[in-house]
């Protein structure tokens, strides 16, 4: 079982709150949880869905929560056979006599040989149901991608395509590519760069580079600082951090943080 108390997305239980049974034959979850296209976004993200300069933004930008946050979710994960591995989720809209309203699907295939990884999911969500909180997660959309990693040393190289098509709205697609340096035990090094093209508007386009860098006191405490700056072009309002800043200004914007993360 696994759930935590917080006032998240207006919910009680905000972010993942579900039974598991796992064993040699797979996971089965029941509840509140990621979709299996939400976690191979996580996995084949440059910058490991940074809260500045990563491939977070591109997606809160045009989904908000849906597909992250799945109510009413069943989903099943096999074990890894010959290096694949799959997963799929369905979700119900909670609305009676209405089953399509606020339905929710999703499912991955991973191969895994050696240091190699690929990943690929699909994302299909229908507006309504009864969830309702602040950060919408029952939007009308449809999502695919496919990315790839590569450890070799201390190193990950990853690469992946995205295409968010959201029902009278955006039709995004989204490259991105980077690397992560674990440079010693403590130092940690990351890049990645994103291009958002608008398939409604040729000329709406948008180019997103990030750097951080983290230092580990200890196994709880590290001290970092990230840099980020996004071109946007056309009609695209991309933006830089997460929360008050996801959607940003025409042209260039530039943002560094720096702070220290202590994890209880």
Request: charge should be positive.
């Amino acid at each position: 079982m696994c759930g935590g108390i917080n006032n998240s997305n207006g919910n009680f239980f905000g972010r993942q709150a579900f039974i598991s049974l796992a064993g040699k034959r797979g996971e089965v979850k029941l509840g509140l949880q990621y979709s299996p296209f939400f976690l191979s976004l996580y996995e084949t993200d440059p910058r490991g869905f940074s809260q500045i300069g990563s491939g977070l933004l591109n997606y809160a930008n045009n989904v908000a929560g849906t597909g992250a946050f799945n109510s009413n979710g069943m989903s099943n994960t096999s074990p890894a056979f010959a290096g694949f591995q799959g997963s799929a989720l369905l979700a119900f809209g909670g609305k009676a006599g209405d089953f399509q309203a606020g339905r929710q699907y999703s499912g991955s295939l991973r191969y895994q040989l050696g240091n190699f990884v690929i990943n690929a999911a699909l994302y299909s969500g229908n507006g309504g149901g009864t969830v309702s909180t602040p950060i919408p997660s029952t939007l009308d959309f449809s999502g695919r991608m496919v990315g790839a990693l590569y450890r070799f040393a201390n190193v990950t190289a990853k690469a992946r395509f995205v295409n968010f098509k959201v029902a009278h709205s955006f039709n995004s697609n989204i490259y991105g590519f980077g690397l992560d340096w674990n440079a010693t035990p403590a130092l940690n090094v990351n890049g990645g760069a994103y291009y958002p093209t608008d398939r409604n508007g040729s000329a709406n386009s948008s180019i997103l580079g990030a750097i951080g860098v983290v230092y580990s006191l200890s196994t709880r405490t590290a001290l970092y600082t990230q840099f980020a700056a996004v071109n946007n072009c056309g009609a695209m309002n991309s933006g830089l951090l997460m929360g008050y800043a996801i959607n940003g200004l025409q042209g260039t914007t530039t943002g560094v943080t720096a702070g220290i993360r202590h994890n209880f």
